[in-house]
């Protein structure tokens, strides 16, 4: 029954239908440097389907089009995979890597949408967020892709992985700017351990493995539990082709990692790696909110604190504290500096374990320590927020966040643009429907040009 399942319930109820429309309203002024796509991507099943597990839902884009002061559309589309129609995963063959969820991430490269779920094939979409297909890189690749690519900021190259609970069990990837796949390779040294998200840095790729690994006995569709006897570790591989015969492992304290905020090398040469963590008691709690299981937290996210690693490569040691005991997660950052040393990232605060707290959006000040949180208000919960730089932007945090809010009170859902710098609400874009609660999206500016994509 749906009561039993919080994800389908409260701020996560699914979208029934798919709408287009128009000329929205907006209150304040957007900027007019904020001409581009906004896209979202979330689990939101058909009417008539509960799945299992939260993650097993089926994806559903959402896409906000501004243009010189104004919100032109909005539109939201299911991506249409096997799985929508009921394919199942595992066949006869083996894992169908086209039978995808497509519902955790939603990224631009090389000119092409991939909807992203990190079990299969991306998906590509149009413009317009119909769904194109499933996309090997022209045969190319041969694993699934994670659904947390990084694309470098300096060369262009988009850095992904495949990983899966057999062998080989870790395969990381590189397309070039244009969008071709131009090298992959086997990671030795791998396990079965949940690989969601790794970090780049300048001279690095970064891998996390933490206590959550294959279980065969996990019945809800996914198959991963917290084991005690199986390591927590990261692994630092060194960019280029000679990058895997030399990557080191280290072993790191208890936890689970699903999303980074950034890891980059600091001037003593250190990898200094950030982003919340939960502990065993928090992943049971998070694991059997997504699962629908007793036992669970009042919220998706419980005990998910911001941990930084500073990992000595020249001593073989790694240094870790808890740096804020505040819950969050959906880390996000000024991408120009992704894989280089950041002031600021931001960050989705989340209601404790005991449902004490708010929703809000978050700022991290590496250099003072300080955070600074913008309170969305009553019954109403923020999505991951998004940084678009300002034009002429001097400073790292001259920009704007955008975050689509999930109002139950007014069953409604608004964009909310905030000054990245002191996160004052610049703007807000009514939406046509309430959006339910969902995961990752990007900003897709338009060309130079000044046309779409």
């Known amino acids: 029954m749906t009561a039993d399942k919080p994800y389908l319930t409260g701020h996560f109820t699914p979208v029934v239908n798919e709408v287009t429309a128009t000329d929205l309203t907006v209150e304040g002024a957007l900027p007019p440097e904020l001409t581009g796509r906004l896209l979202r991507n979330g689990h939101n099943p058909k009417p008539g389907v509960t799945p299992t597990h939260w993650f097993k839902g089926s994806g559903m884009v959402h896409g906000l089009r501004l243009r010189d002061g104004r919100a032109e559309w909005y539109r ?32 631009e490269h090389g000119g092409r949408l991939l909807a992203l779920c990190e079990a299969n094939f991306p998906f590509e979409l149009t413009r317009e967020l119909d769904t194109v297909g499933a996309w090997d890189f022209d045969g190319k690749l041969r694993t699934a892709m994670t659904a ?17 609970p057999f062998p080989p069990f870790l395969v990381h990837h590189v397309a070039d700017a244009k969008g071709e796949l131009v090298h992959s390779a086997e990671v030795p040294g791998a396990s ?30 996914i198959p991963y539990g917290w084991s005690e006897e199986h390591p927590a570790r990261i692994g630092v591989m060194p960019r280029g082709a000679d990058g895997p015969r030399n990557i080191r492992w280290f072993s790191i304290e208890p936890g689970n990692m699903l999303h980074v905020a950034n890891a980059f090398e ?74 280089a040393e950041n002031r600021y990232h931001y960050a989705v605060s989340f209601p404790d374990e005991k449902g004490f707290g708010g929703y809000g959006v978050v700022k991290y000040d590496r250099t003072t320590g300080a955070r600074r949180i913008h309170q ?4 109403r919960m923020p999505g991951e927020a998004l940084f678009v730089p300002a034009a002429g932007a001097t400073r790292e945090d001259d920009g704007y966040l955008l975050t689509v809010v999930s109002d139950l009170k007014q069953d409604a859902s608004q964009l909310l643009v905030l000054d990245a710098s002191g996160l004052d609400r610049i703007a807000t874009v009514h939406l046509p429907h309430r959006v339910s609660a969902g995961l990752h999206g990007s900003w897709v500016p338009d060309a130079p040009s000044g046309s779409e994509r």
């Open 76 to 107: 939201n589309r299911w991506v249409r995979t096997p799985a929508l129609d009921g394919a199942p995963y595992m066949t006869e063959r083996g894992p169908d890597l086209t039978a995808s969820a497509a519902g955790t991430h939603i990224i």
């Open 148 to 164: 947390h690519p990084k694309e470098d900021p300096v060369t262009g190259e988009l850095h992904f992985f495949g990983s899966s």
């Open 192 to 221: 079965a351990s949940l690989k969601h998200d790794f970090a780049l840095t300048r001279h690095h790729v970064v891998f996390i493995e933490g206590n959550v690994t294959f279980d065969p006995t996990e019945h809800s569709g």
């Open 266 to 339: 600091d001037g003593r040469g250190r990898v200094v790696l950030e982003g919340p963590t939960v502990d065993h008691e928090g992943f049971a709690l998070s694991w059997n909110w997504w699962a629908g299981n007793p036992g669970r937290g009042s919220e998706p996210v419980s005990r998910s604190y911001t941990r930084r690693w500073v990992i000595d490569m020249a001593a073989g040691s790694v240094d870790e504290q808890i740096v804020d005991d505040l819950p969050v997660e959906f880390p996000t950052l000024n991408e120009a500096y992704l894989g």
């Open 376 to 379: 969305v208000g009553d019954a």
